[in-house]
């Protein structure tokens, strides 16, 4: 019977937590992550990187100035990163390494728009995007660890709606 005890008092502690989690999550990230899901594996518009993003801020209703600059600019230090905000890449070279550290993979995206889609930790997420060499002109989605990134820019977008 105590072991029951324990086990619900965990239990309910887990999901308490995990629902407090999602829930920050502020509604139009929470909008455009349904809809990147929905259109995963398929083309969006001309299937540009930015297609993506804009598809998604337009269905969320959101302000920005249509300029690579997509809501409010976040400090990656300092503000938490969530799912749905868009990241904008300006001549980013990410080297990773696999696994047994042997092999090395260098991506290079001059100009480049992607929307977070998982965060695993602070500096480490999954990404969707699209017109990549993965996936081509459809969505699809790649790992982007902040460490990795040699050399370039990005900038973290949360967008911005009037609700």
Same mark, same amino acid.
Request: charged share 25%; glycine share 6%; with cysteine.
């Given at each position: ?61 959101? $302000? ?7 809501? *409010?600019?976040?400090? +990656?230090?300092?503000?938490? %990163? /969530? ?54 002109? $459809? ?7 902040? *460490?990795?990134?040699? +050399?370039?820019?990005?900038? %973290? /977008? ?6």
């Amino acid at each position: 019977m105590v072991f029951f005890k324990y086990f619900f008092i965990f239990t309910l502690a887990f999901l308490c937590n995990s629902l407090s989690a999602q829930d920050s999550i502020p509604q139009a990230n929470s909008k455009i992550v349904s809809y990147v899901k929905s259109v995963m594996g398929k083309k969006v518009d001309r299937g540009e990187c930015w297609d993506l993003a804009n598809e998604a801020l337009k269905l969320v209703k959101a $302000k920005w100035n249509y300029q690579f600059k997509y809501g *409010k600019l976040l400090d +990656r230090d300092k503000d938490t %990163i /969530y799912p749905g905000d868009i990241i904008q890449f300006k001549n980013v070279i990410v080297v990773t390494k696999s696994d047994n550290g042997r092999e090395t993979k260098t991506e290079t995206m001059k100009q480049h728009t992607a929307i977070v889609y998982k965060v695993y930790e602070k500096g480490d997420f999954e990404i969707a995007h699209q017109n990549t060499n993965f996936s081509g002109r $459809k969505v699809g989605t790649s790992r982007l660890v902040l *460490k990795n990134i040699k +050399r370039g820019e990005i900038f %973290i /977008y949360r967008p911005i709606t009037e609700n």
